[in-house]
C-alpha cells in the first residue's frame, strides 16, 4: 500500500475514533438529558394536580379530599400528552383513576415518599400486574405531598405517580441519535478528505525528496531541495542538502587528488627516468668501450651519485606514507636544540659556501626542545637545506626561542621567495617552486617539505610560512612542551 494511503487511513483512524467517542459520549449525554427533562416536566404536572385537585379541611389535617371533575380535565389534557398519572392516598391505596386497577407501591419506594424523597423509575419492559394487566414500558416519578399543621407537624396527604410512554421518550432520543448519526457521516466525509489532503500534502514532499536522492544516486551532486524549517520533514531535507554539499566538495576533493596523483604519478617517473636514463647511457658506453679510459672512473662516481639519488627518492616516498599512515613511532625525549642547530650549520656548512650564503643560529645557549631528536633534525635540515637551494648570495638566518608550553624555531633567507600560489601547494608531494633551480645533489625530488609538514603534524605541533617574491621566505615550527602534547593531532 502507498504510503499516501497508509498516512490517510492512520488520519482517518484517528479523526473516525475521536469523532466515535464523542457520538457515543453525546448519545448518553442526550439520552440522560432528554429523561432527565422527562421528568422534570412530569414533576411540573404532579404540583399542578395537587394544586387544582388536593383539599383539606381547615378543621382537620387527616381529611383530604380530591376533586374529581378537576382530575378528570386534568387526564383529558395530559392523556393526549401521552402522560398518564395515578394519585394515591396515605394509605397507599390508589384513588384515581376509579376505573383502572394500580397495584400498590412497593415497600421501599414506599418509605423512600413517606421520607420525603422523590422516586424516579424507568420500567424498560412491559410488567405484568398482580391482576394480569399488562403495563407498558414507562418512565415514572412518584412524588409525596405534605401538609403542615399548626403545630408544625408534617402529614401526608398524598402521592402522584406520573409517567409518560418510554416509547415517547426514546422516539425523542432516537430523533436526536439520527440528526447525530448524520453530522457524524458528514464529519466523517470531511476529515477523510482532510486526511487525504494532508497525507498527499506530506507525500508530495517525500516524493521530491525521492526524486532528489535518485539523481544523487545517478551521480548528481548539484540538487538542492528548499526547506522553511517547519518540522521533521524540513529537517531531513537539511540534512539531505548538506549531504549533497559534502558530497560535491568529496567530489571535487576525489578530482583533484585523481589529478594529483596522475601529476605524482608523472613527476615520479620523471624523477626516476633522468637519473636512470643517465645510468643507463653510461653503461652502454663501458659496454661497447665508448667512453674514453680517462673518463671511466668519472662516470663510475656519476652512476653511484645517481643510484643513491634513486635511492633518496624511494626512502623519502617510503617515509611519506609511513609517516601519512602514522606508522612511525616517535621517540620524543628533551634536549637542547641550540647544540643541534649548530652541528646541523656546521653539516651545511660547505653547501652554503658553495651558494655564497652565510647560515646565522640566533638563540639562549640552552633551549630545550620535547621532539623526537632525529625527526627534529630531519625537519630542520630539510627546510635548511631548502633556504640554502633559493638563496644565493644571501643569509639564512635560524632564530630559536621559547614560547608559552612550546618551543619555536623561524628559519628565514633573502632568496627567491614565492608566490601566493606556490604558497598553497609547497606541502604537496612532488611539487617544486622553481623547477629551474632543481639540481642533482639536494632537494630535486620535491618531497622534502611535504615530509617536513607531515612531521610536524605528527609531533602535533605547528607549521607556518610567510614569503614574498624577490625578497624571501620565513619558515616557523612549533613544537609544543611535553605537558602540552596531548591535544588531538591536527589533520594533515
Request: hydrophobic content about 40%; proline content about 2%; overall charge negative.
Amino acid at each position: 500500500m502507498k504510503l499516501v494511503y497508509q498516512q490517510m487511513l492512520a488520519f482517518f483512524a484517528v479523526i473516525a475514533t475521536v469523532l466515535i467517542l464523542l457520538g457515543f459520549s453525546f448519545s448518553q449525554m442526550t439520552r440522560n438529558m432528554v429523561y432527565q427533562n422527562t421528568w422534570t416536566s412530569l414533576e411540573k404536572y404532579a404540583n399542578s394536580l395537587v394544586e387544582q385537585s388536593v383539599r383539606i379541611s381547615s378543621g382537620n389535617a387527616n381529611k383530604v379530599t380530591f376533586d374529581s371533575e378537576s382530575l378528570l380535565n386534568s387526564e383529558v389534557l395530559l392523556r393526549n400528552q401521552s402522560v398518564h398519572f395515578t394519585i394515591y392516598n396515605k394509605s397507599n391505596t390508589a384513588v384515581f383513576p376509579d376505573n383502572v386497577y394500580s397495584s400498590k407501591i412497593g415497600a421501599s419506594d414506599w418509605q423512600k415518599l413517606k421520607a420525603g424523597k422523590i422516586v424516579q423509575k424507568v420500567t424498560d419492559t412491559q410488567v405484568k400486574t398482580t391482576s394480569g394487566q399488562v403495563e407498558p414500558a414507562m418512565t415514572d416519578i412518584l412524588k409525596p405531598y405534605f401538609y403542615t399543621d399548626s403545630n408544625n407537624k408534617r402529614h401526608l396527604i398524598a402521592v402522584i405517580k406520573i409517567g409518560a410512554f418510554i416509547s415517547n421518550v426514546n422516539s425523542n432520543i432516537s430523533a436526536i441519535n439520527a440528526n447525530l448519526t448524520k453530522a457524524l457521516i458528514v464529519a466523517s466525509l470531511v476529515a477523510l478528505l482532510f486526511a487525504y489532503i494532508v497525507s498527499r500534502y506530506l507525500t508530495l514532499r517525500i516524493n521530491r525528496l525521492r526524486r532528489a536522492t535518485n539523481q544523487v544516486a545517478k551521480g548528481n551532486y548539484d540538487v538542492e531541495l528548499p526547506s522553511k524549517n517547519r518540522d521533521e520533514i524540513d529537517d531531513l531535507i537539511n540534512d539531505f542538502n548538506d549531504m549533497t554539499l559534502s558530497l560535491r566538495e568529496s567530489e571535487a576533493e576525489i578530482q583533484r587528488q585523481e589529478e594529483r596523483r596522475r601529476a605524482i604519478m608523472a613527476d615520479a617517473a620523471h624523477e626516476m627516468r633522468t637519473p636512470l636514463t643517465t645510468i643507463n647511457g653510461l653503461l652502454e658506453g663501458l659496454a661497447y668501450d665508448a667512453i674514453p679510459e680517462d673518463s671511466k672512473e668519472q662516470s663510475i662516481e656519476l652512476m653511484r651519485n645517481e643510484t643513491k639519488r634513486l635511492i633518496r627518492l624511494v626512502n623519502e616516498n617510503l617515509d611519506y606514507e609511513k609517516i601519512r599512515n602514522n606508522q612511525i613511532a616517535l621517540q620524543k625525549q628533551s634536549f637542547n636544540a641550540i647544540e643541534t642547530l649548530d652541528n646541523m650549520v656546521e653539516q651545511l656548512h660547505q653547501k652554503a659556501t658553495a651558494k655564497n650564503d652565510e647560515l646565522i643560529v640566533n638563540g639562549p645557549k640552552d633551549l630545550e626542545v620535547y621532539a623526537d631528536y632525529d625527526r627534529f633534525v630531519q625537519v630542520m635540515f630539510n627546510i635548511t637545506q631548502n633556504a640554502i637551494q633559493f638563496t644565493d648570495n644571501g643569509q639564512i638566518t635560524i632564530v630559536a626561542q621559547r614560547g608559552f608550553h612550546e618551543s619555536i624555531f623561524k628559519i628565514s633567507d633573502t632568496g627567491i621567495g614565492m608566490s601566493e600560489e606556490e604558497l598553497a601547494n609547497i606541502w604537496e608531494r612532488y611539487y617544486k617552486a622553481d623547477p629551474s633551480r632543481t639540481n642533482t645533489k639536494y632537494g630535486e625530488s620535491g618531497l622534502g617539505l611535504a615530509i617536513v609538514h607531515q612531521l610536524v603534524l605528527l609531533h602535533n605541533g605547528k607549521l607556518e610560512v610567510t614569503s614574498k617574491v624577490g625578497e624571501g621566505t620565513t619558515f616557523t615550527i612549533i613544537f609544543p612542551d611535553e605537558d602540552h602534547d596531548q591535544y588531538e593531532r591536527p589533520k594533515a
